[in-house]
Nanobody, 127 residues
Framework: VQLQASGGGLVQAGDSLRLSCAAS????????MGWFRQTPGKEREFVGG???????YYSDSVKGRFTISRDNPKKMAYLQMNSLKAEDTAAYYC??????????????????????WGQGTQVTVSS
C-alpha cells in the first residue's frame, strides 16, 4: 500500500477534522500531494494540493477553511478541515504524483495525473 488515508468521521456543521495520509513512497519529498473528494453520483473533485516545494493550492469551495500540509521526514500529508459544512460530506482521497509529471497548476488539479491513491476516508457533516 503506497498511500493510506485516515481520520474521517461523523461531525456536526462548524466542527473541525484533520485527515492524514501516510505514504510508503521511497522519495516522498519528490511527490506532489493532492486531496480529492467524491460523493455518489458526482465527479471526483479537487480539494487542494501541496507541491514537493510546499506550494499550496485550494479549490474555491474550501479556500480559507481547509489547510494542507506535509511532513516529509514522516512521509505524511494532512488536510485540516475547519468550519465544516454539510456540503463537505464526501469520501476523501489523498493522491501522489512525481513532481516532473506535473507541468502546471491546472495539471495538479486533474485526478488522472496522479499515480498513487489512498483508499479514501469518509467524512460526514451533519447540519
Amino acid at each position: 500500500v503506497q498511500l493510506q488515508a485516515s481520520g474521517g468521521g461523523l461531525v456536526q456543521a462548524g466542527d473541525s477534522l484533520r485527515l492524514s495520509c501516510a505514504a510508503s513512497l521511497r522519495t516522498f519529498s519528490n511527490y506532489h500531494m493532492g486531496w480529492f473528494r467524491q460523493t455518489p453520483g458526482k465527479e471526483r473533485e479537487f480539494v487542494g494540493g501541496i507541491t514537493s516545494e510546499g506550494d499550496l493550492y485550494y479549490s474555491d469551495s474550501v479556500k480559507g477553511r481547509f489547510t494542507i500540509s506535509r511532513d516529509n521526514p514522516k512521509k505524511m500529508a494532512y488536510l485540516q478541515m475547519n468550519s465544516l459544512k454539510a456540503e463537505d460530506t464526501a469520501a476523501y482521497y489523498c493522491a501522489a504524483v512525481w513532481w516532473t509529471r506535473i507541468r502546471n497548476v491546472h495539471s495538479l488539479q486533474l485526478g488522472e495525473e496522479y499515480e498513487y491513491w489512498g483508499q479514501g476516508t469518509q467524512v460526514t457533516v451533519s447540519s
